[in-house]
């Protein structure tokens, strides 16, 4: 099977959509299928093609109004997007975001082939969240008519699709590496100390919301530290804060590479992610569960998508610091809670291990192509 994965994003960016495209890629190109990556360039990109990867206009960033900055692809030469859809003759073309200006939209419209949408982006219910739905509704229903399946990462994902076209949404959830992120680095211990964070610095992430936390905590817990590793608009605000209150043992690490990354969660005795919207899922849940952390994270419709049962006791209302700061305590410290919430994602991780999740796209593909043979 030729499979085109578009993403609309820059691909060369830490994201969610672009790790989740380049295991795609990876492991349908193991199974023997021929794979291509159709992607804008980057702005600042100046070398070679990467291999089995079409880029297909350019991008530019945009500041979204729910306070995100991405690089999209708000630019193409629609002769040449032609070209590669005649040339490459593709058996699927897997289109993620297809609403998100303006590369899937446009190879929606073009295309032969059957198309697969996948659904990410989970935006707030307040009034920036209503007014990107009444622009992002007509603009979903052009693309509609040409898709052959919708799926979505997560209920929360997929209900905006069912709301506007009443048709059913495949749920096929994102995945994580589990071998991987379950294998401490050689010489890695436990820190009884160490809370973390990973992700990008930005309003919606509710960093703020942990500092104010942990200054609570750290004034009876003379020993517990917070290591935050990331970086973004939100940066120097933060670390502003962090001195003109006082508040002790905390580490800006900024971007980490994924082997760094590795070695934090599994010398780390608790996770946050305070994120209080627009989260679809949350990968970095699944990377700290696979690395049997136990997590703190913010009660957001995408999160509370992964955090169910027993993985309840994770999800806190953020803004409330004193109820946060005790969540905080109670699984840095509380050994029968902790045995209890391991225990638990012990056995949840496992229906999110990659070749799981990648068995589920290959089905969604084959419908989709006998969809297209039965309406010709």
Not at 71 to 91: C, G, I, K, P, Y
Not at 271 to 282: D, H, K, L, M, V
Not at 299 to 304: I, K
Request: hydrophobic share 40%; with cysteine.
């Amino acid at each position: 099977m030729k499979i085109g994965l578009v993403c609309p994003y820059d691909f060369f960016r830490q994201g969610g959509v672009q790790k989740l495209v380049e295991q795609l890629d990876k492991e349908l190109t193991a199974r023997g299928h021929d794979v291509r990556i159709i992607t804008p360039r980057p702005r600042a990109y100046k070398g070679e093609v990467p291999e089995r990867t079409i880029f297909i206009g350019q991008s530019a960033k945009w500041n979204t109004p729910i306070n995100t900055t991405l690089e999209v692809a708000m630019s193409l030469d629609l002769t040449e997007m032609e070209a590669v859809l005649e040339r490459e003759h593709f058996d699927i073309l897997h289109v993620h975001e297809p609403e998100v200006p303006i590369l899937g939209a446009q190879i929606a419209a073009r295309a032969h082939a059957p198309i697969v949408a996948t659904f990410h982006a989970t935006h707030p219910e307040n009034a920036a969240g209503k007014s990107i739905e009444f622009f992002r509704v007509p603009y979903a229903r052009s693309i509609y008519k040409n898709l052959a399946a919708m799926t979505a990462v997560s209920e929360s994902a997929a209900r905006f699709v069912r709301d506007w076209s009443k048709q059913p949404v495949t749920i096929v959830p994102n995945y994580v590496d589990i071998n991987y992120f379950s294998k401490a680095p050689v010489g890695v211990v436990r820190d009884p100390s160490m809370i973390l964070y990973v992700g990008r610095l930005e309003k919606r992430k509710g960093v703020k919301y942990l500092l104010h936390a942990f200054k609570d905590l750290a004034e009876h817990d003379k020993e517990v530290r917070l290591v935050i590793a990331g970086d973004g608009g939100e940066r120097e605000k933060l670390e502003d804060w962090v001195k003109d209150n006082d508040v002790p043992r905390v580490t800006f690490l900024g971007n980490v590479d994924e082997p760094t990354k590795l070695k934090l969660l599994h010398q780390a005795r608790l996770f946050c992610s305070p994120a209080i919207y627009g989260e679809s899922f949350g990968i970095v849940l699944l990377e700290a569960m696979a690395a049997r952390v136990p997590i703190v994270a913010g009660d957001n419709p995408g999160y509370a998508c992964v955090m169910k049962d027993r993985g309840l006791l994770s999800l806190v209302n953020v803004k409330e610091t004193e109820e946060f700061a005790r969540r905080l305590e109670l699984l840095m410290n509380d050994d029968g809670m902790r045995k209890l919430w391991l225990t638990w994602a012990k056995e949840e991780i496992k229906q999110y291990d990659l070749s799981l999740v990648v068995d589920q796209y290959e089905k969604v593909f084959k419908q989709a192509m006998d969809f297209k043979k039965a309406q010709q």
